[in-house]
């Protein structure tokens, strides 16, 4: 496949590490790639192989897998656009992840001897090529199980190394003053006693454990920007976490802000503004690469949206005209795959369920799906909280039932005391079922076009809210305290227009949180394709009545 030097320059500007460079910068980089060739399941490189050149996806797809044990494990699949092989032009180190294309596929290829040639006459890409390869290595490292399956990492970072070294400032000034007390005590005031020993391994003890806790709570930060989403992961190890994102498609600015300590450190905070809010990426290295990259990624999504779209008018414009299309056959698996999946809901939607799981399926689950709708319920720790008096207290009045039966308590009068009790009992057992009916009728439900919150007070009012998928501008989630962390239950804040609807005490909120932003993407899929429908049909509808009256004319 040829490609013409202005096709390549039009790749380059899309590409992250390339964007922020003039049109006469982009051309002289674009004469030193060469352009590949690859078949279906060809290698590009493998495992171990020596690192000699980046590669830049011009066509096609490109297949990124590490191995595991002699196993073979797929951590990206790549589209036109992306970059792969980058860490051969910083480090000789040999390949630790193989690639191979998928489909017909072209490459640009830019070999390390060709960057060395500019690469004095760029710093600015040394920092953004530092950023993917870092990147590229820590996404094969940290499970991110919340992936979607056609969705990749481009860029994912901690926070800067100086704050790891501001948090440990703490458990050594406990280490040092402990250490000094400690001695003091065993060698000066109290020579004959174990008191400093005491003291002494007390305080190393707790620095040290101190130390690795603020080692974990800084290392379980990221900052990660896939091809679908800006995402902001903030952990306190044992007490806290969130997850802040909102999809390419809401960013409307991008912007930093930079302390004073951050200036002497070399990092600052990269500050992402949303249609909903703003989600702020603090003490991040290289903020200003990483801002750079941010923008070209959102643009490059907006790019990608449109050129869709535009393909889809074109195929139905072909078909309406019944004229030949070369996509065709490449579209088709993509129809019949699509089609499958259909039929595979359905199926599981209407599939009948046996008696046991009929009869014990809805007894005190915490997520469920019906018919396509996912219902979330609080978490049981909650229910938990509301039975326990009523339930010690009928264990009580059973314990007195039994001590009266037994003859312990035969000072009181069987029949009124066991009709007292009884009574009791079945207050009790009231108590019990109406706090397990309010927690149950506390529900979150997802559907296919809307999200729900149903608070129904047993024999009691109604409150619903809900709101169209649509409009969910941003999804968050928090755990909050040990009981949260230890859990796994949680708040999910969904922000829709000027309001926000909340799934309280949820378990598992991350997964909560996944299945919403799962939905509202095939919601906005439907919408989109709806409105594409829409439109090519009236288009269609136009040449086709233009060419009826041509043919009538003539």
Not at 54 to 69: A, F, K, R, T
Request: proline share 3%; charged share 25%.
């Amino acid at each position: 496949m040829e490609i013409e030097p202005r096709d390549i320059m039009d790749i380059l500007e899309h590409v992250p590490l390339f964007s922020h460079l003039g049109e006469l910068d982009i051309s002289r980089w674009a004469g030193l790639f060469k352009v590949e060739n690859y078949k279906n399941g060809q290698l590009i490189f493998d495992f171990d192989d020596p690192a000699q050149a980046m590669y830049i996806l011009y066509e096609g797809n490109v297949q990124l897998n590490l191995y595991d044990e002699a196993e073979t494990e797929s951590f990206a699949k790549l589209g036109k656009g992306d970059l792969f092989g980058e860490e051969a032009l910083l480090f000789d180190d040999p390949r630790y992840y193989s690639a191979a294309a998928v489909g017909e596929t072209t490459l640009l290829r830019l070999d390390i001897d060709h960057f060395v040639y500019l690469q004095d006459e760029y710093p600015g890409l040394l920092d953004k090529l530092d950023v993917l390869i870092r990147s590229r290595h820590l996404s094969t490292q940290v499970p991110l199980s919340w992936l979607q399956d056609d969705e990749y990492v481009h860029v994912i970072t901690r926070r800067h190394k100086a704050r790891l070294w501001q948090k440990m400032i703490p458990p050594l000034i406990l280490l040092l003053t402990g250490t000094i007390a400690g001695l003091l005590f065993q060698y000066r005031w109290f020579t004959e006693r174990f008191l400093g020993w005491i003291v002494l391994g007390f305080s190393v003890f707790l620095s040290i454990a101190w130390g690795i806790w603020a080692y974990f709570d800084w290392r379980n930060d990221y900052f990660i920007v896939t091809n679908k989403r800006v995402v902001w992961i903030e952990k306190v190890a044992f007490i806290y976490e969130s997850r802040q994102e909102a999809p390419l498609r809401t960013i409307m600015s991008v912007g930093l802000n930079r302390s004073r300590i951050g200036s002497i450190f070399g990092f600052a905070d990269v500050v992402v503004q949303t249609y909903v809010g703003t989600i702020r990426l603090r003490d991040l290295a290289h903020a200003n690469a990483i801002g750079s990259m941010i923008e070209a990624y959102w643009h490059r999504a907006e790019s990608f949206d449109r050129r869709q779209e535009s393909q889809i008018m074109a195929e139905k414009l072909h078909e309406k005209l019944e004229l030949p299309w070369r996509h065709d056959e490449d579209t088709k698996p993509n129809k019949i795959e699509r089609r499958e999946k259909e039929e595979r809901l359905v199926s599981e939607a209407t599939r009948e369920p046996g008696f046991l799981t009929w009869l014990f399926s809805d007894f005190l689950r915490l997520r469920y799906e019906e018919s396509g709708d996912i219902t979330y319920r609080k978490h049981w720790f909650l229910l938990l909280k509301a039975i326990w008096l009523p339930s010690l207290l009928m264990l009580m009045t059973l314990g007195l039932v039994a001590a009266r039966l037994g003859g312990v308590l035969s000072f009181l009068p069987i029949t009124s005391t066991l009709v007292i009790l009884s009574l009791a009992l079945f207050v009790f057992f009231i108590w019990i079922l109406y706090q397990y009916a309010d927690w149950r009728n506390d529900i979150f439900r997802i559907t296919f076009d809307q999200i729900l919150d149903i608070d129904r007070k047993p024999l009691g009012k109604e409150r619903r809210r809900s709101a169209p998928l649509e409009n969910v501008l941003s999804i968050e989630y928090e755990r909050l305290g040990f009981w949260g962390f230890l859990l796994n239950f949680g708040t999910v804040y969904i922000s829709v227009g000027n309001t926000r609807l909340t799934f309280d005490y949820v378990y598992n909120p991350s997964e909560v949180q996944q299945d919403i932003f799962y939905r509202m993407g095939e919601r906005l899929d439907k919408i989109r394709q709806y409105e594409v429908d829409s439109e090519r049909e009236r288009v269609s509808e136009w040449i086709a009545s233009y060419h009826r009256k041509t043919r009538q004319n003539g």
